[in-house]
Nanobody, 115 residues
Framework: VQLQASGGGLVQAGGSLRLSCAAS????????MGWYRQAPGKQRELVAR???????NYADSVKGRFTISRDNGKNTVYLQMNSLKPEDTAVYYC??????????WGQGTLVTVSS
């Protein structure tokens, strides 16, 4: 499975960004897609995940601000990020998972939130 992420950039605190991740290849091997992030000096953490059936879960730190969605026809998952905070600054990685385990990783996309 190949994952192509896009949509990162620089935004002021309180602003919004939308990340996209297009999957190709053996997509039948995954049953969920999601986003992780890694801030400088910190461990990589799960941000949000959505199953093929549309069930989503979020990290507590982003609940109410971020929304994950998917377009199955396009094999694409989106992460709408609103009310961004400086602590959201990180490299965001798209993942393809099966049974809760990320098996495939896209290239990271940098999100920088200025205060």
């Amino acid at each position: 499975v190949q994952l192509q992420a896009s949509g990162g950039g620089l935004v002021q605190a309180g602003g919004s960004l939308r990340l996209s991740c297009a999957a190709s290849g053996s997509i039948f091997s995954i049953n969920a897609m999601g986003w992780y992030r890694q801030a400088p000096g910190k461990q990589r953490e799960l941000v949000a995940r959505i199953t093929n059936g549309g069930s989503a879960n979020y990290a507590d730190s982003v609940k109410g601000r971020f929304t994950i969605s998917r377009d199955n026809g396009k094999n694409t998952v989106y992460l709408q990020m609103n009310s961004l905070k400086p602590e959201d600054t990180a490299v965001y990685y798209c993942t393809g998972a099966r049974l809760g385990t990320p098996l495939y990783w896209g290239q990271g996309t940098l999100v920088t939130v200025s205060s």
